[in-house]
């Protein structure tokens, strides 16, 4: 119950340091399992247990001090998941997660839910390498496990590139995907209750730069009702055929030939779920929370059009020099503007630091606010 228990985090980056902080809210203590002394969740955690993700006395430590607990990122071992679910309500569950943690296998998923994915072949030999069906090319090799952010992907035109990318993979297991001609990217984040219930948010348009998402704006602009509502059901659909329970995003393009297809799924609260912090009435951390902790889950309902700006490492590096923080100042001066700094010392290039969420009345209002903030930080104005 609220106020008389405590929630466990396996891993202490912004999406944990954004958990603790919703659960906090709530009257719930927390305690953070992270490797490292400094991390972003463990500064905000009531207590950072500092171990190994697999050392049984770091997570005998959690089981004690917790009544649930949960993770704020995927590629954690399914084996820490099932160790502490002997001893505790753990959510998401370690199946689930290892279905998230291998491309191949997560695509195997989406076809049995009957929701459509890019067209694909796995790799993990010579034969299949040979094999591979030359209409899948162009296209981009993925290794099938731990790639995140853009990280472990290689664009290869021919079969000639194909074989060199793989070797250059260290020859692990991966999956060669179709390029598909992209019209936009969206997501939709789900909730799903121990008890089956389950809620969404809407469809959220996404723009990467460099394989990592930069700009998402809600109401999706440029996405047709029928569309968002197809992302919406086959989102649904992924998350009761797993049987989750917890927060899923799933990722999906939407094609030139207007088709809609899954990418990826993420088995945890989401970048591109960052604007509902201010723009809708319940987070999705809060819905992690409530998920988690077996409180009910109840529709949340989005207040405000809103744009999130996704602030990396580079923005301290626009001038001459050493690194300078933007201008604070100038862009909280901007109405409707909230910012999220994750408490990183140190910036670097490439590395999240924080967000910036836009709020306005109309998602016209939002994204006009948004463009202004982008050109002060030095951002791109291609949304
Ligand atoms: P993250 O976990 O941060 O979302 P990731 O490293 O798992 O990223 P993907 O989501 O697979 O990577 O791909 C990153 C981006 O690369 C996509 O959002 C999209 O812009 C582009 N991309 C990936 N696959 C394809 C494809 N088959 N065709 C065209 N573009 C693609
Ligand atoms: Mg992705």
């Not at 953070?32 to 500064?43: E, R, T, W, Y």
């Not at 049995?112 to 162009?138: F, K, Q, R």
């Not at 989102?235 to 995003?249: F, I, M, P, S, W």
């Not at 909280?332 to 140190?346: N, Q």
């Amino acid at each position: 119950m609220p106020g008389a228990a405590t929630l466990g985090v396996l891993g202490g980056g912004q999406l944990g340091r954004m958990f603790v902080q919703a659960a906090q809210a709530l009257g719930y203590r927390c305690v953070v399992l992270d490797p490292d002394a400094i991390s972003p969740a463990g500064a905000v955690a009531d207590k950072h247990v500092k171990a190994d993700y697999l050392d049984s006395f770091g997570l005998a430590q959690l089981a004690r001090d917790c009544d649930a607990i949960t993770t704020e990122f995927e590629n954690v071992p399914a084996l820490a998941l099932e160790t502490l679910a002997g001893m505790r309500v753990v959510a998401p569950a370690a199946a689930a997660v290892a279905v998230c943690q291998d491309r191949a296998v997560e695509k195997a998923h989406f076809e049995a839910a009957g929701v459509p994915c890019a067209p694909h072949a796995v790799i993990t030999n010579e034969i299949e390498l040979a094999a591979v069906d030359p209409a899948l090319l162009p296209g981009i090799l993925k290794t099938s496990r731990m790639g995140y952010d853009g990280k472990g992907q290689v664009r290869v035109s021919t079969a000639a590139e194909l074989a060199q990318a793989w070797n250059d993979l260290k020859r692990v297991p991966c999956v060669l995907e179709q390029l598909l001609p992209l019209q936009r990217e969206l997501s939709v984040i789900v909730a799903r209750g121990a008890d089956g219930q389950l809620v969404n948010y809407p469809a959220q348009q996404n723009l990467h730069r460099s394989g990592i998402l930069a700009v998402t704006e809600v109401p999706a602009p440029d996405i047709p009702a029928e569309v968002e509502k197809l992302a919406v059901a086959a989102a649904r659909q992924v998350a009761q055929a797993l049987g989750y329970v917890g927060v899923l995003c799933i990722e999906f393009f939407w094609l030139d030939d207007g088709r809609l297809v899954v990418n990826e799924m993420a088995p945890r609260p989401h970048n591109s779920g960052h604007w509902t912090m201010n723009g809708a009435d319940v987070s999705q951390f809060e819905l992690q929370v409530r998920a988690l902790a077996g409180l009910p889950l109840t529709m949340p309902r989005q207040h405000s059009a809103s744009v999130m700006l996704n602030l990396l490492g580079d923005l301290w590096f626009t001038g001459a020099g050493g690194p300078t923080p933007p201008p604070w100042n100038r862009v909280l001066a901007l109405p409707g503007t909230h910012l999220h700094l994750y408490g990183k010392a140190e910036a670097r290039h490439g590395r999240k630091m924080g967000h910036l969420n836009i709020t306005a009345e109309t998602p016209a209002a939002a994204h006009d606010v948004a463009l202004q903030a982008a050109a002060m930080l030095g951002l791109p104005a291609d949304f």
